[in-house]
């Protein structure tokens, strides 16, 4: 999958260091991934909800913080749209945003 606005994910745990090896693992991961369905996402990270409108949401480090992404299968990109603490995410609609 190609990951547009890797650098949010950066910028996020440079601030919050203990996000650092969660968040690069969810990257690895989704970069390698080839997924083509919601079910597939499930098989990599089995905490992931689909939230409509080519949202899902991941729950990195245990839940600690929230990531929400758009994901374009046929066209192979995820745009990163929000990642924060879970307090932060409660702020948000995460189906605009």
């Known amino acids: 999958m190609n990951i547009v ?3 949010s994910l950066i910028d996020f745990y440079q601030k919050n ?3 650092e ?3 690069n693992h969810w990257f690895r991961t989704a970069k390698s ?3 083509k369905c919601y079910a597939d996402i499930k098989k990599d990270f089995n905490s992931v909800d689909s939230i409509g409108s080519q949202r899902y949401v991941f729950n990195i480090k245990g839940n600690t913080y929230r990531l929400v992404v758009v ?3 046929v ?3 995820i745009f990163i749209r929000f990642v924060g603490t879970h307090a932060e995410y409660d702020k948000i ?3 605009t945003i």
């Open 5 to 7: 606005s890797h650098k």
């Open 17 to 19: 260091n203990e996000a």
């Open 21 to 23: 090896i969660p968040l």
């Open 33 to 35: 991934a080839k997924w």
């Open 71 to 73: 994901i374009q299968f």
């Open 75 to 77: 066209h192979g990109y």
């Open 93 to 95: 609609d995460c189906k």
